[in-house]
């Protein structure tokens, strides 16, 4: 049986491209606002944003960024076959700007009491990957 079956015959995983440059630049200590200005449609450019806000007490950017970031994800993800639901698995590390992304915006919602949208949001880190409860 293989890592990512389904045993329920649900939608299979879903597995973004990779583009390691962002990811390169950011671990290489670039600035991520350099890094998203390069790379818009990185997901993991704006996740780091997003979590630069929210370190430094900034939870509405941090929303922002991450709202930005969770919307460049679910272009990519529907580009690679999602059709708005099924399995995108963390494990996966090109997965991984996007779930980044949800769930910043997951915790930014709350910080701001969006609660409707934070608990939308919860629900849909879980069913994307169970593991990230």
Not at 15 to 35: C, F, N, Q, S
Not at 37 to 56: E, F, M
Not at 86 to 98: A, D, Q, T
Request: a negative charge; glycine letters at 8%; charged letters at 25%.
């Amino acid at each position: 049986m293989s890592v990512h079956e389904n045993l329920l015959g649900g939608p299979p995983p879903t597995l973004l491209p990779d583009d390691p440059a962002p990811r390169t630049e950011l671990e290489g200590g670039a600035d991520p606002y350099d890094v998203a200005r390069r790379h818009p449609r990185s997901s993991i450019a704006w996740a780091a944003l997003a979590d630069a806000a929210w370190d430094d007490g900034r939870v509405v950017e941090s929303y922002a960024f991450a709202r930005v970031g969770y919307h460049r994800g679910l272009d990519a993800l529907r580009r690679n076959g999602w059709k708005g639901h099924g399995p995108v698995p963390w494990s996966h590390e090109p997965n991984r700007g996007f779930l980044r992304c949800l769930i910043a915006l997951q915790r930014a919602a709350a910080a701001i009491r969006e609660d409707d949208e934070a608990e939308r949001c919860a629900s849909f880190i879980v069913d994307c990957d169970p593991t990230l409860r």
